[in-house]
């Protein structure tokens, strides 16, 4: 009688145990798959915040471009008119001019100067672009002299990281009026004649302290933004 009862028994407990396998291999399917869906669904997300994010950096981009090309257009089209494109470029001009070109719409730096509060003057300034004079003045209204728009164009292909070592040479003493450019103008001079930037004036002279027109500057930012 012993033998008969523990035969049936033992079948009982190796059918609990069978059952408890296939329960626990019928659950863990279950916690995987609920932990790959909640995966995916947070992949999901992140891609769609990548891409919201993606398409917001475009946005700003684009009206800080569109912002740019209207300073820059404006400057064109100032050249463009009969009634202006012969008039000369102010200081501010050229601040503006490559504030804009830049790309740059906004800055945090203070203004040094006392006589303006132009944040292109403050950007200009603070990249080394720029300065003023040794009254504290930027003098933004003062039109802009073939070499003082040299410097400025030489210090903005640095900031840009342009390679501006290409300042050998003896071209520079072709100029009849050589000895009238100023010293600290002298690298800024080198570095525009061999770019092809700047020409030279009529009779080999360069004209260091000569104005420069509207039309002149609006051409050379359209050959320094292909540069």
Known sequence: MLRNFKKPLALSIALIMTSAVYAYAEETPVETVEAEAVETVETVETETDNVETAETEAIVETDDAAETDEVVDNIISEADNTETSDKPATRLDVAEALFALAGETETESAVPFSDTGSPAVAWLYENGIGAG?????????????????????????????????????????????YNDISEWALTAIRYCRNAGLIPTGPGMAYGPQETVAKAELAGLLSEISNM
């Open 133 to 177: 004079f040794e009254d504290g003045t930027f003098r933004p209204d003062e039109n802009v002299t073939r070499e003082q728009l040299a410097m400025f164009i030489y210090n903005y292909m640095k900031y840009q990281g342009k390679d501006v070592s290409n300042i050998e040479g003896m071209g520079i003493y072709e100029y009849t009026d």
